[in-house]
């Protein structure tokens, strides 16, 4: 089955430090992008970062940029979010998720490849407070 | 970056209803528009890629439609494990954003 693991969340201080980790099986995982999506307390979704198969492309949302570094493993099928100086506002469950590549072909644009993230983890929360 | 806006924010309906729920897009986005179901306490699914493609398993009472900055997902034939909120999602570029969500109740 194909499966995603969080683990690494937990309470942490404003200011402080906290690496998430995401065990993945079930999948080829290097020949896939990878996502990290958190969710605060009763609000929506919101896309934190990416990184490709290799590793050598990484993308975030402003709000982080600096601050946490997205990274993978992939002799050992892992996902990391290294966090830094955390702010209360990114207490969160954060989820791990495969960002797939479909082909698709529509009348209206042809046939071209199309990224959804396909396969979620349960999420780990993470709580900052003092 | 660019804005999700989803409509309605709420929606009341009764097993075996259709319904309907639109998000719109503050640019053009061509079809790099995905939908997601997420039940309460769970992780989100992926309903629906590329606007109208269905995704593995997902019932064909799901449905999507639209190009450009209007999208809409519907649901025929609502059914119980239907209940949840629904998350539109663009990939066309990064940062990916996502709608504000939509909140389906039993009325």
């Known amino acids: 089955d194909v499966q995603l693991v969080e683990s690494g969340g937990g309470l942490v201080q404003p200011g402080g430090s906290l690496r998430l980790s995401c065990a993945v099986s079930?999948?080829?995982?290097?020949?896939?992008?990878m996502t990290w999506v958190r969710q605060a307390p009763g609000k929506g979704l919101e896309w934190v970062a990416k990184?490709?198969?290799?590793?050598?492309?990484?993308h975030y949302v402003d709000s982080v940029k600096g601050r946490f570094t997205i990274s993978r493993d992939n002799a050992k099928n892992s996902l990391y979010l290294q966090m830094n100086s955390l702010g209360v506002e990114e207490s969160a469950v954060y989820y791990c998720?495969?960002?797939?590549?479909?082909?698709?072909?529509?009348?209206?644009?042809?046939?071209?490849?199309?990224?959804?993230?396909?396969?979620w983890g349960q999420g780990t929360t993470v709580t900052v407070s003092s | 970056d660019i804005q999700m806006t989803q409509s309605p924010s709420s929606l009341s309906a009764s097993v075996g209803d259709r319904v309907t729920i639109t998000c719109r897009t503050s640019?053009?986005?061509?079809?790099?528009l995905n939908w997601y179901q997420q039940e309460a306490g769970k992780a989100p699914k992926l309903l629906i890629f590329?606007?109208?493609g269905l995704q593995s398993g997902v019932p064909s009472r799901f449905s999507g439609r639209g190009s450009g900055t209007d999208f809409t997902l519907t649901i025929s034939g609502l059914q119980p494990e239907d209940f949840a909120t629904y998350y539109c999602?663009?990939?066309?570029?990064?940062?990916?954003?996502f709608g504000q969500g939509t909140n389906l109740e039993i009325k």
């Open positions: 998720a495969r960002d797939r590549n479909f082909r698709f072909c529509s009348s209206q644009a042809g046939c071209y490849y199309y990224y959804a993230m396909d396969v």
């Open positions: 079930g999948f080829t995982f290097s020949s896939y992008w």
């Open positions: 990184i490709n198969q290799d590793g050598s492309q990484r």
């Open positions: 640019q053009s986005i061509n079809i790099y």
């Open positions: 590329a606007a109208s």
């Open positions: 999602q663009q990939s066309f570029t990064i940062p990916y954003t």
